[in-house]
């Protein structure tokens, strides 16, 4: 049994391969990273009352740290 000759992969190969597996990675990270950063944002933004604060003390995410700490 012979095993196939091997070849130097061409560089347009290599791009190709690697830009699909980037963008297959960017778009599996970003339906996370995404809503999460909008979740984040809007915690940050508003308080319970959903009115927008000024301090970030006053909102949701600044009364769910103090109360952790």
């Given at each position: 049994m012979e095993l196939p000759a091997y070849h130097m992969p061409s560089l347009k190969g290599v791009l190709i391969h690697m830009w699909e597996r980037a963008r297959g990675f960017i778009i599996k990270a970003g339906m996370?990273?995404?809503?999460?950063?909008?979740?984040?944002?809007?915690?940050q933004t508003y308080?319970?009352?959903f009115e927008m604060v000024e301090e970030v003390e006053e909102s949701m995410?600044?009364?769910?740290?103090?109360?952790i700490s």
């Open positions: 996370i990273i995404f809503p999460i950063c909008v979740l984040l944002w809007f915690m308080n319970f009352s995410l600044g009364v769910f740290g103090n109360s």
